[in-house]
C-alpha cells in the first residue's frame, strides 16, 4: 500500500492530488515540486511526482543516511544537501525560495532572458504556487478560454510545505485511519506514533478517538526534541535547557524523520488528543533497531526504532498483559551513521522490566 516505503505516501499523494482538485497543478506540463525533508517524504514526492508527470526538487540535510539521497537520484529527482539548520534560519525556507524563484529560471529560449515569475494565490498561506506565464495571462484580469488552457499547461512551482499543509492530516484523518480501524475490527488499546510535521499522529489519532474515545494516543519522541515536554508539561523546550534561553539548535540525535522545536499547525491538531508522551534515547533506539533484525527479521530504521520502544514503555506503564492490542507504524527505512555503542540487552531489560500497573 506504500510503494515509497513509509506512511509518508499518503501524503504526498494527497498533497499533489489536492493541489490539483484546486487547478494549482497540472501534470505533464514541465511543473516541479519542492519540499524540504530528511527522507521519507521527499521520496514518497518524487515516487508520486514520477508516476504522475512532475519533476521533483528536494532539499535535505547533508547528515542523513546516504541510501536515501541514492533512492531520490534513482527516481530522477533533483537533491540539494544543505547543513542542518536551526528553526530561525533562513534556510529552514530554502524549499519555498526555490519554489518562489522558479518563474524566474533563465528562458531557454531567450539565453540572455529570464521568465518573469507570479505567484498564483492560493488559500493557505503555507503552500507556494509559481508560474511562469506571460504577465498578460497572470495579471488576475479576466481571461479568455484559450487563454485559460495556455494558463494552465504554463510550468509552475509548487511548495507542499508537509509542516503546515492541512492535506498532510487529511491523508491520514480520511485515509490511513479508517485503514487501520477497518484492518483491526475496531479492536485497539492504543495507537503510536512520532511526529515531525504532526500529521500522522493528529489525523490517525484524531479518527481512532472518533471511533473509540478510551483509544490511547501515545507520542513516541526523540532525545532534542521538544513535543514531549510539550505534551507532558505544556511547555516547549529540552530538559537540557531553560525557559527563557531556549537554544535554536535542535540535540544531535540519530533518530531521521521525527522530533521539532517548534509547533506545526498539524502538530497543533493533535495536542488535544495525544494521552500520554515517552522520551527514546539514542541508545534505546540503534539497540531496538538491532533487536529487530536479530528476533524478527525487519529491517528498519530509527523513528520505527522509536514507535517500538514507546510501544513497550506504554505497555509497562499500563499494565497491558492479557491480550491488549496497540498499533504503531513501521516504516521501510534506513539507521543513520553514528557512533553508539550497539547494546541489545538495552530491549531485553526494557522487555524484563516489572510493569508499573
Not at 98 to 124: M, Q, V, W, Y
Not at 233 to 253: L, P, W
Not at 308 to 328: F, P, S, Y
Amino acid at each position: 500500500m506504500n510503494p515509497g516505503g513509509s506512511v509518508k505516501d499518503r501524503v504526498a499523494l494527497r498533497m499533489i492530488e489536492d493541489a490539483e482538485e484546486r487547478g494549482l497543478l497540472h501534470p505533464h506540463t514541465g511543473s516541479r515540486i519542492f519540499e524540504g525533508t530528511v527522507g521519507s517524504t521527499g521520496i514518497s514526492i518524487a515516487t508520486i511526482a514520477r508516476a504522475k508527470g512532475y519533476e521533483a526538487t528536494i532539499i535535505m540535510p547533508d547528515d542523513v543516511a546516504e541510501e536515501k539521497v541514492k533512492a531520490l537520484l534513482a527516481l530522477g529527482a533533483q537533491v540539494e544537501r544543505v547543513r542542518p539548520a536551526s528553526i530561525v534560519d533562513k534556510k529552514q525556507n530554502l524549499a519555498r525560495e526555490r519554489a518562489k524563484n522558479f518563474g524566474s529560471e533563465p528562458d531557454p529560449a531567450h539565453p540572455h532572458g529570464k521568465h518573469r515569475g507570479h505567484l498564483i494565490p492560493t488559500a493557505s498561506s503555507s503552500v507556494v504556487v509559481t508560474t511562469t506565464a506571460d504577465d498578460a495571462l497572470a495579471d488576475n484580469r479576466l481571461m479568455s478560454p484559450k487563454e485559460e488552457r495556455e494558463f494552465a499547461l504554463k510550468p509552475r512551482g509548487f511548495f507542499a510545505d508537509q509542516f503546515e499543509n492541512r492535506s498532510n492530516y487529511y491523508a491520514h484523518y480520511d485515509g490511513t485511519g479508517p485503514e487501520i480501524w477497518r484492518q483491526t475490527s475496531g479492536w485497539l488499546d492504543a495507537f503510536v506514533s512520532g511526529a515531525g510535521t504532526g500529521g500522522t499522529i493528529a489525523g490517525i489519532g484524531q479518527y481512532l478517538k472518533s471511533k473509540k474515545q478510551d483509544i490511547v494516543v501515545a507520542l513516541a519522541d526523540p532525545e532534542g526534541s521538544g513535543l514531549y515536554n510539550k505534551v507532558k508539561y505544556g511547555v516547549m523546550f529540552d530538559k537540557k535547557e531553560a525557559e527563557g534561553t531556549k537554544r535554536r539548535h535542535q540535540v544531535d540525535t540519530v533518530v531521521e524523520g521525527i522530533g521539532i522545536n517548534r509547533l506545526t499547525h498539524n502538530f497543533e491538531l493533535a495536542l488535544p488528543i495525544i494521552d500520554d508522551a515517552f522520551r527514546v534515547t539514542d541508545a534505546e533506539a540503534v539497540a531496538m533497531s538491532r533487536y529487530l533484525v536479530q528476533h524478527d527479521g525487519l529491517f528498519l530504521g530509527s523513528s520505527s526504532a522509536c514507535n517500538l520502544v514507546t510501544c513497550i514503555k506504554l505497555a509497562k506503564k499500563m499494565g497491558w498483559r492479557d491480550g491488549e492490542r496497540i498499533v504503531t507504524i513501521l516504516n521501510d527505512e534506513y539507521l543513520a551513521k553514528a557512533n553508539i555503542p550497539v547494546d541489545v540487552g538495552i530491549i531485553d531489560r526494557l522487555l524484563a522490566e516489572p510493569s508499573r500497573a
